[in-house]
């Protein structure tokens, strides 16, 4: 078998595009490396329990904005990768060390500015102009108090301006006019999708008893997660795994109201089980995984095996990989469709095929809308996630199907198998391949990639790593934007999707995804918001 790398883009080389398209695109390259056993053996030493990638659900907006590195050492001991000019190479633009400013001495007193009738009169004037930019500030300040009185723990509704207390967020009554402050009340929790109601008393999650349950119950839950009712899978009862002592019972005597205003708190479920809800079947694939196998740099992807797996492409070229969620929406990284990439009609999806040979001869997918993160950094590549909504619903088959998206509560531990696909370059600066490969990279600690030997602090927590430290096996430029899935419970789920890196496949640069676990909340408010 010959040996390939899966390479990933920070964006694609001039030489993967051919005709009009090849004029303005930016460069991007991302890859990987690895530590001698001495190398780990230090980093060991110093290194507390295994963390782990976990989606806790309903993260606060702001904990990810930041772009600074994390605990970084002032002096590394490796030098900085060089590449010839005509390979691309791509390093985040992360301030890490400032050089103090030099010191100004002051002026003695007899040297002051004020010595002059003239120096006098430009100090006036200076003094002047400080006291009005200061009233505009203050004015400023005191506009923005008063405009924004949704403070404390209230929140905003986007349509109206409206404020809404806490307490009214998930009563079941639309409190804002699009009913912003509804749209998050319902969640699935773990691998066995066990369905969770928010109360707004308690500010806890619930699960729901599988007592009078039944499927209309279910679509309307999947409706407000941003589900269309078509895709709708099924509702039925599981055992309480998660040992709950409180839970949420419908109360069939209430009439023909909303479902939330039916549910009231019980210490039991008569049945003893709760409600496991699929709003779509995800996660179908005919890989076969042998865990004790190793893919050696890489092969080529069989029918049916990565059916999420899109390519994106621009002008007939192919520009990024994407991931299926829905039959509308597209997962991919938002540095694919930043800049003069960002509007929707540049671009075509296409679905369901091994080669780029295929895309002669078949149609493509328009694109209707593209959602970036709002935090997205394109320096730090912070917040690397991008949703496009395509103007046509897929029809799902053996070949075309969504992934399996993290549910709050879900962990994925280092060392966990995962895999990467897509059409990238099979070498550092090479063209993108005609065909679709895959190849089994496993998680890497965050601190094993932020440490001086690595990464130095780079890995932010919207970030997960992935690869050989003894590189290899990666992706590169050509795969951003693609997936980084796993199985669990006999489902694939979506870990990731290809972000950034040093190189392809090189010692101790391993791959850089964004962290699912963190978006998953972000994506099912914003499918909800753009039916």
Known sequence: MRKKRITMQKRVTLA???GPAAAGYPKFSKHLSCLSTVDEAKMAVNSGPPPYY?????????????????????????????????????????PTHQPAPPVIQPKPPSATLCTSNIKKTVCIALSIALILVGAVIAAILLWYFVANSCLGSSIECGSSGRCVSPSQWCDGVAHCSNGEDENR?????????????????????????????????????C???????????????????????????LNTS??????????????SCTLGTVVSLRCIRCGSSSKKVNVMGRIVGGSVAAQKEWPWQVSLQIEGSHVCGGSIITPEWIVTAAHCVEGKFSSPYSWTVYAGILT?????????????????????????KNNDVALMKLQTRLSFTDTIGPVCLPNPGMMFQ?????????????????????????????????????????????VLPTMICAGYLEGGKDSCQGDSGGPLVTVKNSLWWLVGDTSWGTGCASRRRPGVYGNMTVFTDWIYRNMQANR
């Not at 050492?73 to 900085?80: D, F, G, K």
């Not at 009712?229 to 709950?244: F, H, L, P, W």
């Not at 391949?433 to 001086?452: R, W």
Request: net charge negative; hydrophobic share 25%.
């Open 54 to 94: 976990e989606n806790h659900g309903y993260q606060p907006e702001n904990i990810y904005i930041s772009r600074h590195p994390v605990d970084t050492n002032l002096n590394p001991q490796y030098p900085p990768p060089s590449y010839p000019p005509s390979v691309p190479h791509y390093v985040p633009r992360v």
């Open 185 to 221: 009340c319902v969640r699935l929790y773990g691998p066995n999708f066990i369905l969770e109601v928010y109360s707004s008393v308690s500010k806890s999650w619930y699960p729901i008893c599988q007592d009078d349950w039944n499927d209309n119950y279910g679509k309307i839950a």
């Open 414 to 458: 280092p060392n966990q198998q995962c895999w990467i696909s897509g059409w990238g370059a099979e070498s550092q600066g090479g063209k993108t391949s005609d065909v679709l490969n895959a190849v089994m990279v496993p998680l890497i600690e965050t601190s094993t990639c932020n440490s001086v030997y690595v990464y130095n602090g780079l």
């Open 223 to 249: 409706r407000d997660m941003g589900y269309n009712v078509d895709t709708y899978y099924y509702s039925q009862g599981i055992a309480n795994e998660r040992g709950s002592t409180s839970f949420m019972r």
């Open 16 to 18: 993967s595009l051919t």
């Open 254 to 267: 209430a009439g023909n109201i909303d479902l939330y205003k039916k549910l009231y708190h019980s210490d």
């Open 356 to 380: 780029q040979t295929e895309t002669r001869y078949r149609s493509g997918y328009r694109v209707q809308k593209i959602i970036s993160h709002p935090n997205y950094d394109s320096d730090s």
